[in-house]
């Protein structure tokens, strides 16, 4: 813990994440300095992986992560995000194309709250909540000031519709298993 004189930061937050007996299939990640703990599910696993795959289209798989750490606008943001495609010209800063998110019950409030904040106030041009709880998915574009400025929201079975955006691409949602 810290003395009162440190400043808590990601990275020490993440050490001591590290530390913890996490249980082997559960996913972590750090939201406005609270950490959060959930299992994955074979339906999150997969709507990923389908989204994953259809992004290869366009996309070398150097530029494509899932899981894995992603420090965001906001205070102690540290998220791993199911699905990211990197800028081409990506850094080491948040060069991100898009970003999808596959809700679970446990953490459906920062999908659709701090985290679509935090990607707005990043200018991540798409992001995608993909929720298999009542199958339907929704797209955010137009980040500015902080906040996403056009919505779409669909079932699955249709398609999202990201040839407007840097993506170039059509994802079809028609296999995305509902949990």
């Known amino acids: 813990m810290t003395d009162g004189n ?7 937050m993440f050490e001591w ?10 996913k972590s990640e750090i939201v406005g300095g609270h950490i959060f703990l959930w299992p994955q599910r074979d339906t999150h ?5 389908c989204i994953i795959e259809q992004l290869r289209a366009t996309y070398p798989r150097k530029r ?3 899981d894995v750490r992603l420090d965001c606008p906001g205070r102690l943001n540290g998220f791993a995000p199911d699905v990211v495609a990197l800028s081409e010209d990506s850094g080491d800063g948040l060069d991100v194309d898009f970003v999808a998110e596959v ?3 446990e953490t459906a409030g920062n999908d659709y709250g701090p985290k679509k904040d935090a ?3 990043a200018c991540v041009p798409g992001y995608l909540i993909v929720d298999p709880y009542d199958g339907t998915w929704h797209l955010h574009t137009l980040p500015r000031a902080g906040k996403y400025h056009a919505t779409v929201s669909f079932g699955f079975g249709e398609d999202v519709d ?3 955006t840097v993506v170039g691409l059509t994802l079809k949602t028609d296999d995305f298993p509902r949990d």
């Open 45 to 49: 696993w997969d709507i990923t992986m």
């Open 119 to 121: 990607y707005a106030t």
């Open 6 to 12: 440190d400043v808590l930061t990601l990275d020490m």
């Open 103 to 105: 809700v679970s019950a």
């Open 162 to 164: 990201l040839t407007g």
């Open 17 to 26: 994440l590290e530390k913890l007996p996490v249980p082997e299939g559960y």
């Open 64 to 66: 494509l992560r899932s």
